[in-house]
């Protein structure tokens, strides 16, 4: 696994700079469970959950909902925000390679390229087939991720993030170094480049990371090496937007479900 563990481990600094309203996302996802399924979702997983964001919306929602991080400064300010927000959901701290839940869920669901920590195949195949453990028969797995023409082995597009809040000010810059890319291994290699200004004090940090690029063909093998099915695949938080070539598609969406048997 490769994490940006300078940034991630400085949960307050991550908030600041890349949080995000994600109740479209929310509503989303409960729409996604509904059409394929044919039910209201009632019990959700999201995995590599961070700040709790859309663990907590979808508590709000009234879905009995796990949260799971392998960061413990993530999940302390996902505790926090669950408390503000006036919901509990269960936060768990485990690698997403190799997990096992209390009961299983309906859902899962891993959003804002959380999965392309996982770098080589083992380790995917590996976190499909703990998915698969952890879903109902029937369930679904939902993977948010960058679109490809944006994030892939000739182009990776610059990321800027910029966020302030209570005194504390932080800028982090995404960038890719090509001549790092491992073209064999589908990998890209990001530089961050983070800048805080804190109650007055000013500080600078690096951190660098290999990130797993995907296309909608590569993620279905792996998917289905694991034990599910690709069902479903959308470019943007609407069901009537599939995963195209138009602008009007901004993300690859892909839905995967575990056998009824």
């Known amino acids: 696994m490769s994490e940006h563990r300078r940034l991630y481990q400085r949960a307050l600094y991550y908030d600041i700079a890349l949080g995000r309203t994600v109740e479209r996302e929310a509503d989303f996802i409960l729409a996604v469970y509904q059409q394929i399924c044919g039910q209201p979702l009632q019990s959700v997983l999201d995995m590599a959950c961070g700040p709790g964001y859309h663990a907590c919306a ?13 960061q413990p400064e993530m999940l302390q300010l996902a505790r926090q925000r669950a408390a503000e927000a006036g919901v509990e959901p269960t936060l768990l701290q485990c690698d997403m390679r190799s997990f096992q839940m209390p009961q299983p869920v309906q859902m899962t669901v891993c959003m804002f390229d959380g999965l392309d920590a996982l770098c080589t195949d083992e380790d995917l195949i590996q ?19 960058c ?13 800027h993030y910029q966020g302030e809040r209570d005194g504390v000010w932080v800028e ?40 797993r690029l995907f296309t909608p063909g590569s993620l279905r093998l792996l998917a289905h090496l ?3 099915e690709d069902v479903a695949w959308f470019g943007d938080y609407d069901l009537k937007q599939p995963l195209d070539g138009s602008a009007a598609s901004q993300r690859m969406i ?8």
Do not use: C, K
């Open 58 to 70: 979808l508590a709000q929602r009234r879905v009995r909902t796990w949260g799971l991080d392998l």
């Open 127 to 145: 976190h499909f087939a703990a998915v698969r453990e952890a879903l109902l028969p029937g369930g679904l797995y939902l993977v948010d991720l």
């Open 147 to 159: 679109h490809p023409r944006d994030t892939n082995l000739q182009y990776y597009m610059d990321f």
């Open 172 to 211: 982090v810059f995404w960038r890719p170094r090509y001549e790092r890319f491992v073209w064999t291994r589908d990998l890209a290699f990001t530089e961050l480049e983070i800048h805080v200004r804190d109650h007055g004090e000013e500080q600078s940090f690096f951190d660098t990371s290999y990130e």
């Open 226 to 228: 694991g034990g599910l």
């Open 254 to 261: 892909g839905v995967f479900q575990r056998s009824l048997e």
